[in-house]
């Protein structure tokens, strides 16, 4: 199996735009997380799906960030507009279930700028 | 709430030691403990998993063990390597939320 693979690696975006952040998951996996890093806060949970469905958001900072989960192949992350304090590392990562007796498997992150 | 800690944050050690990196957690309704490795510009790999009625787990050098009352944990590294290196996270899952809620890591030198 390939892994968690997330989309882009790197992204370098001016305030004010619009970034989407990309996700699949490892084939079979019912439970998506996806996770904020930064040196001050260290990871964050954000927002995670069981069986595509959006289970827990209460981690998204703001309203300009939303998540989806269209199939179970695949999830996004928005965000719109973008300010400089979310400059961060985002991981998506996948489990066969919430992580009870599973292990979370994480993908390479995309490392976010933003100017 | 659940909050995790780690401490050290870093750790530096000679090669072919033996060391202990400590967790510790407020909620000892834990419903599972994970220990994960990091290395610079990667993501996470999960090392081993205690589950709540488990006490300790092992997986080649490593051991992790898990005292709920107390609300610890440690993961023990045999013979420490310099391919150790690298930033050791706990995470603990609720049994509320099943939320995974992250330490900020300790990060490991192991120095030939």
């Known amino acids: 199996d390939a892994g968690v693979i997330q989309s882009p690696r790197h992204e370098v975006t001016e305030m004010g735009q619009e970034v989407t952040l990309r996700c699949k998951p490892i084939s079979g996996h019912n439970s998506l997380f996806w996770y904020r890093q930064t040196m001050m806060r260290g990871l964050e949970l954000l927002i995670y799906f069981n069986n595509n469905v959006p289970i827990d958001d209460s981690g998204m900072p703001e309203d300009r960030f939303s998540a989806k989960m269209p199939n179970a192949s695949f999830s996004t992350l928005k965000i719109q507009p973008s300010e400089p304090r979310d400059s961060a590392v985002y991981f998506c990562?996948?489990?066969?279930?919430?992580?009870?007796?599973?292990?979370?498997?994480f993908g390479n992150g995309t490392r976010l700028t933003v100017t | 709430k659940q909050e995790v800690t780690q401490i050290p944050a870093a750790l530096s050690v000679p090669e072919g030691e033996n060391l202990v990196l400590n967790c510790s957690f407020t909620d000892s309704a834990i419903y599972n403990l994970q220990w994960f490795r990091q290395d610079p510009g990667k993501g996470l790999t999960s090392l081993l998993l205690?589950?709540?009625?488990?006490r300790e787990q092992t997986s080649g050098r490593l051991n992790a063990s898990l005292d709920k009352s107390s609300g610890r944990s440690t993961l023990y590294i045999a013979a420490s390597q310099p391919g150790d290196s690298a930033t050791y996270l706990c995470?603990?899952?609720?049994?509320?939320?099943?939320?995974?809620?992250f330490g900020q890591g300790t990060t490991l030198q192991v120095k030939p």
């Open positions: 990562a996948s489990s066969n279930d919430r992580g009870g007796v599973s292990p979370l498997h």
């Open positions: 205690i589950q709540s009625s488990q």
């Open positions: 995470a603990g899952a609720s049994s509320n939320t099943g939320k995974l809620i």
